[in-house]
């Protein structure tokens, strides 16, 4: 009886260093593409080019209600593949949500519909220290 006790822990420990490891192998590649297709940028930088481009806001609906970049637009993470197509190539895209997880998978997707101008709010909307708007 204890050595299948041990057996059965041994294969719950195996288990979940492969899931640990498949979850850290999935960031590390969402780290590493989302860099490649689009451009990481502070404040700063995205005050300075949003003006020029979409601002798209990934966080759902009560949370951009709450509060949003002045002049983003909200496509929520879970409308994105029905909402896309309102989402111009020929136009800087700026992305962001809470932090930058939803926008680099996004930033991929666009990438792979042949979108080139893709940016993304490197510390989201929790760290935006520029004009916001709150909606009704």
């Known amino acids: 009886m204890m050595l299948q006790n041990i057996s059965i822990w041994g294969i719950l420990n195996i288990v979940l260093v492969v899931l640990i490891l498949g979850i850290i192998g999935n960031q590390l590649y969402l780290w590493f593409k989302g860099r490649s297709v689009a451009k990481l940028v502070e404040n700063e930088e995205f005050k300075k080019g949003m003006h020029r481009g979409q601002i798209i806001d990934l966080r759902e609906k009560d949370n951009f209600n709450a509060g949003h970049i002045m002049g983003a ?3 929520p993470f879970g409308q ?56 009704k």
């Open 80 to 135: 994105f593949r029905v909402m896309k197509n309102s989402i111009r190539k020929d136009m800087p895209v700026y992305l962001y949500d809470q932090g930058k997880s939803l926008s680099t998978r996004i930033a991929i997707k666009l990438h792979k519909e042949g979108y080139q101008d893709i940016y993304i709010l490197k510390a989201g909307f929790e760290r935006w220290d520029g004009r916001i708007k709150k909606s």
């Open 73 to 75: 637009r909200n496509i």
